[in-house]
């Protein structure tokens, strides 16, 4: 019994000693390293924008004092790990990797001047998007309420929006926040049936830029309009303009499925460069989707006038990832004391508009149609609902999180006359 008791042992002390020595003398033979890319960007020490990955180490050693290494071409950066951090360590890359292609990086995980582990990571290429964003909530006239009480909402939000443009005012650029009123059938309404005092406060908005007037009196049918009706679809649009100095310039249509061709002719001749479209997403949609995100110099019928014409998706985001809490409480309600004044809660950064970005920047990404690097979308809660107060914070929030991508409340003319779609898109001779 003796001898097969020390046959035992010297066979499992062989079998110890020879896993040790061809483990590399690695006491923890099953540790490894995973790495997970962010589609994001945050500022770097050195305030330049960094992709962040997130490195998990898998095993038992302590890693006190142990950092990680990026190693990028003849690029070497390292960080170093916080006290008993061992799950989705951040790490900012270089400001250069993954920008305008995919690129392959080493991880390496090191403990004094030893690398323990590595690993080949290729980090996808992410686009640094500026995302603009154009509030305002649609116009629908008797759709989801009595007349007398869509003019109440959307009178309402132009008082709501001023006090939030206020309070915002010294916010950081892009989340300062500026209303959208759509078309100017509101701005009307209430210019002719409130008080001097307030119609003089709502023009001085719209004169510093807090509300902003696109040129349309309504969205409508335009294929059903003589040309005497078209001219008169922007009338009241360029009064505004003569009366408060703002250059009027972006005809928004929202849930009708385009606009008829003698729209050119008539914008062009009003000095209006740009035609903005919203379709419905989902309902009466025909082509609709097949033009979205595919700016283009449309030329009229007469072969000389031109506008830019965008439509940047349907106008549902915002009413996909948080209206459909709120707009169902203010649909058929016809007692005007019972209806929403403005949406607020108590996360703003909670449904808001990260599902929107992760399903449509990749997309974009791989398109051979849109090279630019803004991203126009509308943030509406639904039809004839009041304004999301939340926005602002969020923006901010966002911003101040990450660099790209980067978040800007804006007005429709901002979108069209964005830099980067006009440099790219020439006229035609």
Not at 95 to 123: E, Y
Not at 333 to 352: C, E, G, M, S, Y
Request: some cysteine; hydrophobic content about 40%; charged content about 25%.
């Amino acid at each position: 019994m003796n001898i097969m008791r020390n046959i035992f042992i010297t066979v499992a002390l062989l079998y110890f000693f020879s896993n040790t020595l061809f483990a590399g003398n690695n006491p923890f033979p099953e540790e490894s390293i995973d790495c997970k890319v962010s589609r994001h960007y945050k500022y770097r020490e050195d305030k330049l924008a960094g992709r962040e990955v997130f490195v998990t180490y898998n095993g038992i050693r302590p890693l006190k004092n142990a950092c990680i290494e990026i190693v990028a071409g003849n690029k070497k950066e390292q960080t170093r790990l916080a006290a008993g951090t061992c799950d989705s360590i951040p790490v900012l890359l270089p400001p250069d990797i993954g920008v305008s292609k995919d690129d392959t990086i080493q991880v390496n995980l090191v403990l004094g001047k030893k690398i323990l582990l590595s690993k080949q990571l290729v980090v996808p290429y992410a686009r640094q998007w500026t995302v603009y964003i154009y509030p305002h909530s649609h116009v629908d006239i008797g759709y989801t309420n009595t007349q007398a009480n869509v003019e109440l909402i959307h009178k309402r939000n132009l008082e709501y929006a001023i006090e939030l443009a206020e309070k915002t005012k010294d916010y950081p650029d892009g989340a300062r926040f500026v209303w959208n009123p759509e078309v100017t059938w509101p701005v009307e309404r209430y210019l002719k049936t409130e008080p001097k005092d307030k119609c003089d406060k709502l023009l001085r908005a719209i004169k510093n830029g807090q509300i902003a007037i696109d040129a349309g009196y309504v969205s409508t049918n335009t294929s059903s309009a003589n040309d005497e009706e078209l001219f008169e679809l922007f009338n009241y649009g360029k009064k505004l303009e003569k009366l408060t100095g703002k250059k009027v310039e972006t005809m928004v249509q929202v849930d009708i499925p385009g606009v008829s061709w003698g729209i050119v002719p008539v914008a062009a001749q009003l000095e209006i460069p740009y035609c903005m479209a919203l379709f419905n997403g989902t309902d009466r949609v025909g082509l609709a989707p097949e033009i979205s995100f595919k700016p283009f110099w449309w030329e009229g019928p007469d072969g000389k006038s031109r506008v830019l014409f965008l439509q940047p998706g349907a106008y549902t985001p915002g009413a996909h990832n948080k209206g459909y809490m709120f707009w169902p409480k203010m649909a058929g309600q016809t007692d005007p004391d019972k209806l929403l004044r403005i949406v607020k809660t108590d996360n703003p950064r909670a449904n808001f508009i990260d599902p929107y970005l992760d399903q449509m920047l990749p997309k974009l990404e791989k398109a051979d149609y849109y090279p630019y690097d803004i991203f126009p979308m509308t943030w509406c809660m639904a039809d004839n609902t009041p304004i999301d107060f939340d926005l602002p914070e969020a923006v901010k929030s966002w911003n101040e999180e990450f660099a790209y991508p980067r978040l800007k409340i804006c007005t429709a003319t901002e979108i069209m006359s964005a830099s980067t779609i006009n440099t790219v898109i020439s006229f035609p001779s």
